[in-house]
């Protein structure tokens, strides 16, 4: 039957059953063939039906069966009417069931014109399918997929930074290899042995609410698998998950300036310990909490101002030494530039914006901020360790590019040459070969390009050293003899522990790019001492 054809009306039989929410008749249901199994779909689920819907006089206004293909949509997500919503969730495979709409669960007074009119009823023989179950994993890959066994209560679920109570059961081929109750912090689910497609698919939990977890092995434990729970190297693991209770962070817009100032310290001081254990990425990411807390915010006035920015200034050199650590040295360098905004002269952005760029194979731009370094404290030997890598590194480019010009030279003369050839080789009875000479014209225009962005280069040198010269001018009005010592990261280290690391890094001597990383300890650990 087409769209255009009529049905006999329907009229809800004796087996028809409200489904409302409030039961106030809106929805009613009649099956009509029964499904297969117990389980319905959830919010969330990509659900395929067919369908046909018909208005009370039996009109049909529209059906799946005549285009020919199922009808697919995300359940609970607003994507349908409010009666589809809730019906289709109470359907199993295979089940046939006819849906009731009142208006106020359809398309209300406005209709849908030009083929539902206002205030209009309808009628929907609804055919279930199947459904995929709801994907949770952070690329949408299929590799963490949910199937709600409880619903939850209420609408609110866990943040990032919530303190979440929950229930574990892990089954591994149909066998279980660990059941607990645990407690932590969402972000920071590795401490308590939670695996990273757990911990993302809960933030997506109501209270109370159990729900069955399909996690692929790279959302699980990945290659290493978990040898004391007998859980090999790339496992899919499913996991039975109950939201006891939980606690939500208070967000940033949720603080007065106190508060926010408060959060900024409690976090700095979670990464202090996380990299203090030499946990990398927790300790990154606790830094990046405190910024979102402390960088936007203009209520802050007199001291307060100078603590906020003073953490902030922080917050942001710690994260730089974390990701020289991990070797991300272009965030590295933006993260210092970040401080360095908010103060120009800091001696720690400065030396860790040169290690980036020392890593980052810009030697000539890392000079400059040592020797400001430098400028700052004579006695600073770290800085002027990396002044005599930069040193080595910037002879080593330039014999490198000495080279390249005598080869560039040298094709030049020799293109001469066989230009010379191409023209007049005819009357030395010399063989020319002309694709040859098109392919050295598209040589030379690539080497152009290149001569042209080597230019540009060192027009970038020229300016960041007009900048260091700018700098120098203003440390000269500065008293650099009586300039306090920074406050320490990590257990404040004192004069003692200072000298001992500088001995350390006099010893070591120069090193090599990624070893300039690992030298930033030499300047003071996290965010301490002197760069």
């Not at 409302?20 to 389980?39: H, R």
């Not at 730089?320 to 952005?349: F, H, I, S």
Request: overall charge negative; proline content about 4%.
């Amino acid at each position: 039957m087409t769209a255009d054809e009529n049905k006999k009306p329907y009229s809800p039989g004796p087996n028809a059953f409200d489904i409302s929410p409030t039961g106030d008749g809106g929805v009613l249901k009649e099956v009509l063939k029964q499904g297969e199994g117990e389980y319905t779909p959830n919010s969330g689920c990509k659900v395929y039906v067919h369908y046909t819907g018909t208005l009370t006089d039996g009109t049909v206004f529209d059906s799946s069966r005549d285009r020919g293909e199922p009808f697919e949509f995300n359940l609970g997500k607003g994507q349908v009417i409010k009666a589809w919503d809730i019906g289709v969730a109470t359907m199993k495979r295979g089940e046939v069931a006819m849906l009731t709409c009142k208006s106020e669960y359809a398309y209300g007074k406005s209709g849908s014109p030009p083929k539902i009119p206002p205030d209009s009823t309808l009628y929907f023989e609804v055919e279930m399918i199947d459904w995929q179950k709801e994907d949770l994993s952070p690329k949408k890959d299929g590799g963490v997929l949910r199937n709600i066994l409880q619903p939850g209560e209420g609408h609110a679920t866990p943040n990032d930074g919530s303190m979440v109570d929950v229930h574990l059961v892990c089954e591994l081929n149909g066998k279980v290899v660990e059941e607990r109750d645990v407690t932590f912090n969402l972000g920071e689910g590795t401490e308590a042995d939670i695996p990273q497609g757990v911990e993302k698919a809960l933030e997506k939990f109501k209270l109370k609410e159990k729900s069955q977890l399909e996690v692929k092995a790279k959302y699980a434990w990945g290659k290493e698998g978990r040898p004391e729970l007998q859980i090999p190297p790339n496992s899919d693991l499913i996991y039975t998950i109950t939201l006891n209770n939980f606690e939500k962070l208070k967000e940033t817009w949720a603080l007065d300036s106190d508060g926010k100032l408060e959060q900024g310290k409690f976090f700095k001081e979670k990464g202090t310990n996380y990299f203090k254990s030499n946990k990398l990425q927790l300790a990154l990411k606790m830094y990046k909490k405190a910024i979102e807390y402390l960088e936007f915010d203009s209520g802050f006035v007199e001291e307060g101002e100078k603590e906020r920015k003073a953490l902030l200034i922080s917050n942001h050199l710690n994260c730089a030494l974390c990701l020289l650590k991990l070797q991300d040295y272009t965030e590295a360098k933006d993260q210092c530039n970040k401080a360095l905004e908010l103060e120009p002269t800091n001696d720690k952005g400065l030396f860790r914006r040169g290690q980036a760029n020392l890593a980052l194979g810009e030697p000539e731009i890392a000079k400059v901020d040592f020797e400001i370094v430098l400028k700052q404290d004579p006695s600073n030997k770290a800085a002027a360790q990396h002044v005599a890598v930069c040193n080595q590194r910037m002879k080593e480019q330039k014999a490198k590019e000495k080279q390249i010009y005598a080869n560039m030279f040298e094709k030049f003369a020799q293109k001469d040459r066989e230009e010379k050839d191409c023209r007049f080789g005819w009357w030395t009875g010399k063989s020319v070969n002309v694709d040859k000479m098109e392919e050295k014209n598209v040589e030379e225009e690539l080497n152009n390009e290149k001569e042209l962005k080597l230019k540009e280069h060192r027009e970038f040198i020229k300016q960041m050293k007009e900048r260091k010269e700018r700098l120098e001018q203003e440390l000269k009005y500065k008293n650099l003899d009586t300039q306090e010592e920074e406050t320490e990261v990590i257990n404040g280290e004192n004069e003692e522990n200072k000298s001992e690391v500088e001995n350390k890094s006099e010893k070591e001597g120069g090193g090599g790019a990624q070893e300039a990383a690992r030298r930033d300890e030499d300047a003071g650990g996290v965010g301490a001492g002197r760069a």
